[in-house]
């Protein structure tokens, strides 16, 4: 079964392949974990950014899932909620955001003093931190780059989760920072043209864009979630 949650924890987001490994859409998760692993054939991918055109197509249920199923294979994986103005983490797993990321970047507590661990083995979330006044000049500051590659020394993998492309500049910083990017769209949601100009955001900013989910395709079995190419 899904977890269920109260009406006040409508802004989590659903821990689906933890509570329910069997499902079809948790295998879905698992196939973006493996075209992710062969992406990193070339080229080491290890910090993946994960954004969206838009608000609500689903990206930071991705984020989270993905980081789950990396977990799964025995790996250490973090997961940041990087979306500064509306984060949800703390929601989703339960932990405090009075320290986080911009905590950190903000020299207020030490980076491991930020890192929460969770209750699924070999994952650690970082919350964002109190809502600051200049998000996108924190993520594209030396104090992030810094964080980043420190994180990359700890982790097997770290998941960034982004704003959407379309709002602000923050998810095209991150994009640029991390070793690739994925684009969650929403089926019957996401507009053609949005979803194009989003893909020419990530170009502009010389990302390695890693592939496209697309949430909401109707498929024969029940719990589809969609597709990575």
């Known amino acids: ?9 409508k802004r989590r987001v659903h821990l689906i392949a933890h509570y329910n490994p069997t499902a079809s859409v948790t295998e879905q998760y698992r196939l973006i974990r493996n075209n992710l692993q062969f992406s990193s054939v070339d080229k080491e991918i290890k910090s993946v950014a994960i954004t969206s055109p838009e608000a609500s197509d689903g990206k930071s249920t991705t984020a989270v899932n993905l980081a ?22 703390h929601y989703s797993f339960s932990v405090s955001n009075l320290d986080g990321l911009t905590s950190v970047l903000t020299k207020k507590i030490d980076l491991k003093q930020a890192i929460s661990h969770t209750i699924i083995p070999n994952l650690d979330v970082l919350t964002s931190g109190p809502t600051p006044p200049n998000p996108s000049e924190l993520l594209d500051s030396k104090a992030m780059e810094n964080i980043m590659m420190e994180l990359k020394n700890t982790y097997d993998y770290i998941v960034y989760d982004t704003p959407p492309l379309l709002v602000v500049t923050d998810a095209q910083i991150m994009a640029n920072k991390c070793d690739g990017v994925v684009m969650v769209v929403s089926s019957g949601k996401t507009k053609k043209d ?3 100009k989003a893909k020419q955001l990530l170009e502009k900013a010389n990302s390695n864009i890693l592939g496209v989910v697309v949430n909401g395709v109707e498929s024969k079995r029940k719990n589809s979630y969609g597709h990575y190419s």
Not at 1 to 9: A, H, N, P
Not at 68 to 89: C, M, S
């Open 1 to 9: 079964m899904f977890r269920k949650f109260k009406k006040k924890d």
């Open 68 to 89: 789950i199923v990396l977990a799964q294979l025995g790996k250490q994986v973090l997961v940041i909620d990087t979306d500064l103005r509306k984060p949800t983490f």
């Open 194 to 196: 949005g979803a194009l």
